[in-house]
């Protein structure tokens, strides 16, 4: 599967932003989709992700109550609904698609889009 991911910008503490990542490929739905994120000097970390078909949803604690995952299997889809974003949340953020049941580990993931960068000023 190929992914390409869109969406980043600037905006200032308190807004929103959508990421979108669209997968080319067959099968789109056999995988488990999520998202990293990567800050500069930083290791990737995980934000969110979603299991094959949306029965589950997982998110770093300090996104809960403010980013949403979703997924539409029909349009091969993947998005990140950001709200209430904050400077800490500056990064590069990657969508990623493993075939692997669960996982919140960047190894388990083995397809990657190239990454969108966010960045939220105060």
């Known amino acids: 599967v190929q992914l390409q991911a869109s969406g980043g910008g600037a905006v200032q503490t308190g807004g929103s932003l ?25 290791g ?17 604690d300090s996104v809960k109550g403010r980013f949403t995952i979703t997924r539409d299997n029909d349009k091969n889809t993947v998005d990140l609904q950001m709200d209430s974003l904050k400077p800490e949340d ?28 966010v960045t939220v000023s105060s």
């Open 90 to 117: 500056t990064a590069a953020y990657y969508c990623a698609a493993s075939l692997l049941p669960y996982s919140v580990e960047p190894g388990a993931y083995a397809y990657w889009g190239q990454g969108t960068q």
């Open 44 to 60: 990737r970390e995980f934000v969110a992700r979603i299991s094959r078909y949306s029965l589950a949803t997982n998110y770093k």
């Open 18 to 42: 959508r990421l979108s990542c669209a997968a080319s490929g067959r099968a789109f739905s056999s995988y488990s989709m999520a998202w990293f994120r990567q800050a500069p000097g930083k």
